[in-house]
């Protein structure tokens, strides 16, 4: 997939290095169709980090995608350079004139706080209520998730005193989703994280699916019934190194973290870190965008509104 994306953003750079087509916006505008408009509501510290990642993911279709990064207005980024910000971002309240086939709310390290004491957490819901109406399909990832699935249905996360940190196999629930088509039964997933949602929770929910879980962790995949968003409590837009990195981070802390499970070969964290989910994360992707936003979503933008989505044929 072509990703249509400001030809200085530093991601570019990594993505073409590992011979991912991304697309400036001057050949895009040449190109007679109409791409995929994709926001990002980019909650992470690390953002260009983030942005390279869910890019590289979001790259794995023949299909173009006009990319708008989001920062939360009034909340000051303190690990990202604010001249990348100026540049490449633009203020959540720029998007309530717009429309997109596509939104990603990405996790953010706020799990242990309660929602309501998270400085941006009015504006986060007043985004979400948003994208019910004028987003085709929104894709709530980690804290993003857990704060949607409370948000839109009142459903609570649950804190554990030991972090979950490592990658953890889920099993899927529920095969003849399009967005699970091509999964294994038990599938890899990098987590990081202190909290969880319960499964049973998620299945009580008349308008919500359960499609993953893993017994360690929680809930990992859900969906609302009208295919309008989609909740996963892991990171498939992992690096390889980043639960390294992380773990490293707590170390140097003096946080006494424990060897992320199932991580490093032999669980020995002295030896090479062991990808396991790379084929799981671009599936996935793939699926969300090829099922639940291109083969859905209207032609006209303005078409996109909050009835509930029938089901196309594809998803039978």
């Excluded at 997109?100 to 209520?129: H, K, N, S």
């Excluded at 295919?227 to 992380?246: A, C, Q, V």
């Excluded at 991580?263 to 084929?279: G, L, Q, T």
Aim: charge should be negative.
């Amino acid at each position: 997939m072509p990703i249509k994306i400001d030809e200085d953003l530093p991601a570019r750079s990594q993505l073409e290095s590992e011979n991912i087509f991304v697309m400036t916006t001057n050949r895009a505008e040449t190109q007679d169709i109409r791409p995929l408009k994709i926001a990002i509501v980019n909650l992470m510290p690390t953002k260009e980090i983030t942005e390279t990642q869910l890019l590289r993911l979001l790259s794995n279709t023949p299909l173009q995608i006009d990319i708008s990064l989001i920062q939360i207005k009034g909340h000051t980024s303190r690990h990202t350079d604010h001249t990348h910000l100026e540049k490449f971002y633009i203020s959540s309240d720029e998007i309530f004139s717009k429309k997109f086939d596509g939104m990603i709310i990405t996790g953010a390290p706020v799990e242990q706080l309660p929602f309501e004491q998270v400085d941006y957490w009015a504006e986060l819901c007043r985004i979400m209520d948003y994208a019910k109406k004028n987003v085709f399909c929104t894709l709530y990832i980690c804290w993003g998730a857990m704060a949607g699935l409370y948000h839109l249905y009142g459903i609570e996360k649950h804190v554990v005193e030991k972090k979950f940190s490592g990658i953890f196999y889920s099993q899927l629930k529920n095969s003849k989703e399009p967005l699970m088509r091509g999964f294994d039964d038990f599938f890899p997933v990098p987590t990081s994280r202190y909290t969880y949602i319960r499964s049973a929770d998620v299945s009580k929910c008349k308008d919500l699916v359960l499609l993953a879980e893993s017994r360690a962790t929680g809930m990992t995949l859900a969906k609302s019934k009208d295919n309008r968003s989609i909740f996963m409590t892991g990171h498939l837009e992992y690096d390889p190194d980043t639960l390294l990195k992380e773990y490293l981070r707590d170390v140097k802390k003096g946080l006494g973290p424990e060897v992320p499970e199932n991580y490093f070969a032999e669980n020995d964290s002295s030896k090479p870190v062991i990808s396991k989910w790379r084929s799981t994360a671009h599936l996935f992707y793939s699926n969300w965008l090829n099922y639940y936003v291109y083969q859905g979503t209207p032609y006209r933008l303005d078409d996109i509104h909050e009835e509930k989505s029938q089901e196309p044929e594809y998803f039978i």
